[in-house]
């Protein structure tokens, strides 16, 4: 029998029902193989089903952004704190001591910066043996759709797909958003739902203040959230805990926890939210009485 929403015509998500995902925790990753499985449960903690990655692959495109300025010194203190790093491989290899027991994300498009326009002209700027020499769990494609160079980004995110395929590393589609387009829900969901439909293991947008649950829904692949430009701590702690909520399995956050006053502490108060059940009040109130050596005065 069609739904309510189905005779009224609009696109029904049946959000509250959730994806069977056919005996593998990881949402649509059932029928992928071992090696594949193996490195997708390093990403996203077997217990909880979610992930809190740390970008910190600004420089590829804004050089030493505000705290940033030496990833020795800003990211090493943040690793024990979050599960996926996601990064350069100029980054990894130069600033992070490679006994981090910590999953790579590995951003393998380059090309672009934020001298350009336009910045979706992207070409795939790491070879899949570099990526293995550096044991990704997982490689990151930045994607335009709807920009200038939308083909040439989604042909980029399906010859990495294919490569990471052939060695059973994982695709991260990202969803770039240009400065013309709208971060609306119907622009996220159909960006997200076209990165998982080429092959992407899972997918990272931005959070909506209407209908995200949709885009979730939408995507059989789990969504992780970039946290976008740096706003007030408590904001960024509510964003991160409403796309939980509505189904996100994690954040893959840079500026909001690296440009934090206390990135440590944010770090933290954003991992009890991911992992914990945490309120956004009550990780905010850790935020603050959390004291760490890293603090800026
Ligand atoms: C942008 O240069 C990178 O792709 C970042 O990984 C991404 O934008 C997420 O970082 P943020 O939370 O700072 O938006």
Redesign the pocket.
């Known amino acids: 029998m069609p739904s309510k929403e189905e005779v009224a015509g609009r696109k029904n998500f049946h959000v509250d029902t959730p994806m069977d995902t056919g005996g593998f925790y990881v949402r649509g990753s059932a029928h992928l193989d071992w090696g594949m499985k193996n490195r997708l449960s390093r990403i996203f903690n077997p217990d909880s089903g979610r992930t809190v990655m740390l970008?910190f692959?600004?420089g590829y495109?804004?050089g030493p952004t505000t705290g940033l300025e030496r990833l020795d010194l800003n990211i090493r203190p943040l690793l024990p704190h979050v599960d996926c790093l996601?990064c350069t491989r100029g980054g990894l290899r130069t600033c992070i001591p490679p006994q981090t027991n910590k999953p790579v994300c590995l951003r393998v498009t380059a090309g672009a910066t934020v001298l350009k326009d336009d910045m979706s002209d992207e070409c795939v700027g790491v070879d899949i043996e570099d990526a293995a020499r550096l044991n990704a769990s997982a490689m990151a494609v930045?994607c335009y759709v709807g920009g200038a160079c939308e083909r040439q980004t989604l042909e980029n995110l399906s010859r990495v797909i294919n490569a990471g395929n052939r060695l059973g590393i994982a695709t991260l589609g990202?969803t770039a958003v240009g400065k013309e387009m709208a971060r609306d829900a119907r622009y996220l969901g159909m960006a997200s739902r076209v990165l998982a439909e080429l092959g992407a293991h899972f997918v990272k947008t931005y959070f909506c203040e209407e209908g995200f649950e949709e885009v979730v829904a939408g995507c059989p692949v789990p969504i992780v959230i970039?946290?976008?430009k740096k706003i007030p701590e408590a904001d960024a702690l509510k964003m991160a805990w409403r796309a939980i909520d509505q189904g996100a399995r994690g954040v893959?956050?840079?500026?909001?926890i690296f440009a934090a006053r206390n990135p440590v502490a944010m770090a933290q108060a954003v991992r009890s939210i991911v992992h914990g059940a945490a309120s956004p009040d009550e990780a905010h109130e850790m935020y603050q009485d959390t004291k760490s050596d890293n603090a800026k005065p």
């Open positions: 970008a692959d600004h495109l804004m996601m930045q990202v970039a946290g976008g893959d956050m840079g500026r909001n």
